[in-house]
């Protein structure tokens, strides 16, 4: 069992910055690919990044030159650096490990302020 959770969200105002961090327990598997989703309201859930345990690293277009992932294996953590924030990322994030059908965390809200 995995268990995913996130930390770091809350406001922040337009063109600012945010660091998310999802600390990872359990039967974890270095060699998955973890990644980052986010869902807004009235909206289904998408991808914004992820990244393979090689370090193969996939963004959405909408954050592609303003978010970074990364992750540590050896402590089992994985980050996303948010900058240039926009309203339209306003949104629930959700760490994830192993694609749609892996494990979720609990989501934690970002908020931007214009």
């Known amino acids: 069992q995995v268990q995913l959770v996130e930390s770091g969200g809350g406001l922040v105002q337009a063109g600012g910055s945010l660091r998310l961090s999802c600390a990872a327990s359990g039967s974890i598997f270095s060699g998955n690919t973890m990644g980052w989703y986010r869902q807004a309201p009235g909206k289904q859930r998408e991808l914004v990044a992820s990244i393979s345990s090689g370090g193969y690293i996939d963004y959405a277009d909408s954050v592609k030159g303003r978010f970074t992932i990364s992750r540590i294996n050896a402590i089992k953590t994985m980050f996303l650096q948010m900058n240039s924030r926009k309203p339209e990322d306003n949104a629930v994030y959700y760490c994830?490990?192993?694609?749609?059908?892996?494990?979720w965390g609990q989501g934690t809200q970002v908020t931007v302020s214009s």
């Open positions: 994830n490990y192993g694609g749609w059908r892996g494990n």
